[in-house]
């Protein structure tokens, strides 16, 4: 069905259904017809392609994904949505609807149930409230995937697509960087959706690397050092990491001398090689 980022269409739609609005699930729907088009083109969505999308609202992403891709297989959560899309997807025999929490998909049988022979991407306009979980299982679970296209928060777009060693990186940033290559898309305003949230938004796409980066000596403990080297905001790379993974805090800046770093380092001045030195060099000396 067209027009469903026409505002009386989706209070049409909404009111015949006796839908409201779950704040809890972060139900903001897009309205501006413009963003849907774009997500799907800048997304991967053609011929060739089979989609994953997360949370289909009422469909109004899905049905741009659905005339352009081979097959869509879209996930959400909200049963009271089912009959709404049964009725705005209703044209399009390419499209399989799953009822639950995307964390809970096995999505790696999914891909392989649904897109035999096509190429995989993940397009969606997220629920904010699980952004960050979201995006880092899909990165995390290696799936024979793409890209992820996806609608954030502005902040959240900011951290995620910082450069490596700038002001703006945090631990999500190392991870992303690691597992993909993040760019920023576009803008969106918060009157692109109903109802409005307070914050402004991004579309952010990252293309999945082949090969993650090489001479991680124990890719576990490299994500802990990284989450221990930016919990607390401010402090040393020494001292956030000391606190952060309870290590003594001359082992950590034995291991910064020997990955060839100052000691007076900061997190967010490391590049991914530097990490990578410093967690190898740290895993050394206190495991
Ligand atoms: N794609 C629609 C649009 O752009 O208008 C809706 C986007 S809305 C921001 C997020 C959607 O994700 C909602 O429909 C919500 O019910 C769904 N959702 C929330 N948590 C979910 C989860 N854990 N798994 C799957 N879908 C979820």
Redesign the pocket.
């Known amino acids: 069905m067209d027009g469903l980022s026409n505002i009386s269409t989706i209070k049409e739609i909404l009111s015949k259904h006796g839908f409201t609005f ?1 704040k809890a ?6 309205i501006n017809p413009s963003v ?1 088009p774009r997500i799907a083109e800048m997304g991967n969505a053609r011929p060739g392609f089979g989609i994953i ?6 469909g ?3 049905n741009e994904l659905a005339k352009r891709a081979d097959k869509v297989a879209a ?4 049963e009271r ?1 089912m009959p709404v899309l049964a009725e705005t997807l209703s044209e399009y025999d390419n499209v399989k609807i799953i009822n ?4 809970k998909v096995d999505l790696h049988k999914l891909i392989e149930q649904e897109f035999q022979g096509l190429e995989v991407a993940v397009c ?7 952004t960050s979980p ?1 995006i880092m299982m899909l990165l995390e679970q290696r799936l024979p995937i793409r890209s992820v296209t996806v ?1 954030v928060q502005r902040e959240a777009g900011t951290r995620l697509c910082a450069e490596m060693g700038t002001r703006d990186m945090g631990a999500v940033t190392v991870a992303v960087n690691y597992f993909s290559k993040p760019q920023l898309l576009f803008n969106v305003s918060r009157g692109s ?1 109903m109802p409005a949230p307070n914050v402004d938004s991004c579309v952010v796409r990252f293309d999945l690397r082949e090969e993650t980066p090489a001479g991680v000596l124990d890719e576990g403990f490299f994500f802990r050092t990284v989450h221990a080297a930016f919990s607390q905001r401010r402090k040393t790379l020494a001292n956030s990491v000391a606190s952060g993974m309870s290590a003594e805090k001359a082992l950590v800046n034995r291991a910064i001398e020997q990955a060839g770093l100052p000691a007076s380092i900061r997190p967010e001045q490391l590049d991914m090689q530097q990490f990578i030195a410093f967690s190898n060099e740290l895993l050394k000396i206190i495991k």
């Open positions: 779950s699930l972060g139900q903001n729907f897009l849907c999308e997360i949370g289909t609202g009422i109004v992403l899905t996930i959400e959560i909200d949505l639950d929490d995307v964390m969606a306009n997220l629920p904010y409230y699980i979201i609608m959706f």
